[in-house]
T-cell receptor, first 114, second 114 residues
Framework: EPEVTQTPSHQVTQMGQEVILRCVPISNHLYFYWYRQILGQKVEFLVSFYNNEISEKSEIFDDQFSVERPDGSNFTLKIRSTKLEDSAMYFC????????????FGEGSRLTVL | AQSVTQLDSQVPVFEEAPVELRCNYSSSVSVYLFWYVQYPNQGLQLLLKYLSGSTLVESINGFEAEFNKSQTSFHLRKPSVHISDTAEYFCAVSDQGGYNKLIFGAGTRLAVHP
């Protein structure tokens, strides 16, 4: 069964460093998303991406964050200068199209900022 | 904007007992509704969804949820739980006109005891 894959599963970084989280969505999907879950809190929407551009972003997704689909298969989330409060589990998701509703999630990348 | 309230942060229950996990939502537009499950150290998996049609939806492992528009609820039930149902359960909503962005509730931790 096709699945969304994410790398790395866990990354530890120093505050102020750049981090890139990678995702390979399901191949025929058109819509891509990043969510995050701070330990013990709810899953929060960060950004959605369609047709090679951001379709919607939350207030969390500030100038320190960026997304890219560099080669037609990978979907990356970059945090330019990490802060302690960026420590969280980051989930990538993809969806086949509008009016279908269901999103398929990866297993997440745990980011720890020291 | 949509929001989701899961009234119980934790629900302890004995094996083979029935369980109900409560979910209420608010939205000014028509929505799709979902329950996702997160097993320890895993990603989010779709448990069941309501898009249209019958207000009672079922999963393959015995869970069911009923969409109640007048009460803006989408409670999850199972008549007899197993130890393996121990997990975090997230209710989520997306508006029918958007880019399938999911808004999640805070989650309910279901702990099934022998």
């Amino acid at each position: 069964e096709p699945e969304v894959t994410q790398t790395p599963s866990h990354q530890v970084t120093q505050m102020g460093q750049e981090v890139i989280l990678r995702c390979v969505p399901i191949s025929n999907h058109l819509y891509f998303y990043w969510y995050r879950q701070i330990l013990g809190q709810k899953v929060e929407f960060l950004v959605s991406f369609y047709n090679n551009e951001i379709s919607e972003k939350s207030e969390i997704f500030d100038d320190q964050f960026s997304v890219e689909r560099p080669d037609g298969s990978n979907f990356t989330l970059k945090i330019r200068s990490t802060k302690l409060e960026d420590s969280a589990m980051y989930f990538c998701a993809s969806g086949p199209g509008l009016a279908v509703g269901e999103l398929f999630f990866g297993e997440g990348s745990r980011l720890t900022v020291l | 904007a949509q929001s989701v309230t899961q009234l119980d942060s934790q629900v302890p229950v004995f094996e083979e007992a029935p369980v109900e996990l409560r979910c209420n939502y608010s939205s000014s537009v028509s929505v799709y509704l979902f329950w996702y499950v997160q097993y320890p150290n895993q990603g989010l998996q779709l448990l069941l969804k309501y898009l249209s049609g019958s207000t009672l939806v079922e999963s393959i492992n015995g869970f069911e949820a009923e969409f109640n528009k007048s009460q803006t609820s989408f409670h999850l039930r199972k008549p007899s739980v197993h130890i393996s149902d121990t997990a975090e359960y997230f209710c989520a909503v997306s508006d029918q006109g958007g880019y399938n962005k999911l808004i999640f509730g805070a989650g309910t931790r279901l702990a099934v005891h022998p």
